[in-house]
């Protein structure tokens, strides 16, 4: 039995979430040797993203709509932390009253295509139709392929996969990690490379979040991942200078290989045009002097203007 009092841990309500949680969980467990399975109190907490379901999250607030009730019960105490997918929280943090405590190890960022046809992107027919609710993957789709028909896609993995299978759609782009951790792969056509399709920062990565100088930093500091953690740092660091969120057509994706670590960036126009493509690298420990850098070369290049005008989108639907 645990020496530690309960820790309240609050989640969404979806089996991707639970999932996760558990993956986190207990791996704290089995490094840690006063924890165990009943110090946790898991709370599923409805977010707006999730109520909210059948609209475009752009038209419904956009920013942290899966994590700002969770916020709000941690400020409360009525939870002690949070656990997000990173992707999901906006990189221009919530004034000084939180942090991110634990950054659990990636998995494969990269995005998976799921074809009723079984055939991959580029043998898709013309006129397919293609799921998501992605702004960037919707430019990342009509920047390879102008002859496909995107339709928005909303709602949790298991929505998703059933409205392919019922011909809603031909095929629907969903993250790899996600289908990893639901020990879905089986349903994946094809793995896109990153070249073509470069993820959203943060893409496969867990956080844990709490209040600022919470004693629970020790606990989780044990399953801490510290390239992750430097990973993620950099990309958020990106969004936060060129003032980016999740609605823009923006992909960066930072990678560290042995003592480098490469950052890349790609933004698009609404119509699938690239506007701006850069990687750079540089060593590990000058990860956030190498997010500096590549977002001043991107102000320099677009201007903050035309970036903002990139949360703009009248039609998600596109037709040929």
């Known amino acids: ?112 295509l799921l074809s009723n046809s ?25 920047n390879l392929r102008k002859d496909l028909k995107i339709k928005l896609l909303r709602g949790n993995v298991d929505t998703r996969i059933r409205k392919l299978k019922e011909n809603n759609y031909d095929a629907i782009i969903l993250s790899v990690a996600g289908l990893k951790r639901l020990g879905l792969t089986e349903r994946i056509t094809e793995e896109l490379s990153d070249e073509q399709f470069l993820p959203a920062a ?6 844990v979040q709490s209040k600022c100088n919470s004693n629970l930093k020790k606990v989780f500091e044990l399953i801490n991942h510290d390239e992750t953690k430097m990973e993620s740092i950099t990309e958020r660091q990106v ?42 690298s540089k060593e590990k420990e000058n990860y956030i002097k190498i997010a500096n850098t590549l977002s001043q070369e991107i102000l320099n290049d677009l201007g903050q203007e035309k970036i903002n005008k990139l949360n703009e989108l009248d039609d998600f639907n596109y037709t040929p």
């Open 1 to 112: 039995m645990s020496n530690l009092n309960k820790i309240l841990v609050g989640i969404r309500d979806s089996e991707l979430s639970r999932t996760q949680t558990n993956l986190l969980l207990n791996q704290l467990i089995s490094v840690s040797d006063n924890i165990d399975i009943e110090t946790f109190d898991i709370k599923t907490i409805k977010t707006k993203g999730d109520v909210h379901n059948e609209q475009r999250l752009d038209q419904i607030g956009g920013k942290g709509l899966f994590i700002k009730e969770i916020e709000e019960h941690i400020k409360r105490s009525k939870v002690d932390v949070g656990i997000h997918s990173m992707k999901d929280v906006p990189a221009e943090e919530d004034g000084n009253e939180l942090e991110i405590i634990c950054w659990f190890k990636r998995e494969n960022p990269c995005e998976a």
């Open 118 to 142: 079984g055939q991959n992107f580029f043998d898709l027919s013309p006129g397919s139709v293609i799921g998501t609710s992605s702004i960037r993957r919707r430019a990342q789709i009509l």
């Open 202 to 207: 943060c893409q496969g990565t867990i956080g």
């Open 239 to 280: 969004l936060k200078n060129i003032n980016a969120n999740c609605n823009s057509p923006v992909s960066v994706y930072a990678k560290i290989v042995n003592n480098m670590i490469s950052v890349q960036c790609d933004i698009f126009d609404h119509d699938g045009n690239k506007l701006f493509s850069n990687k750079i």
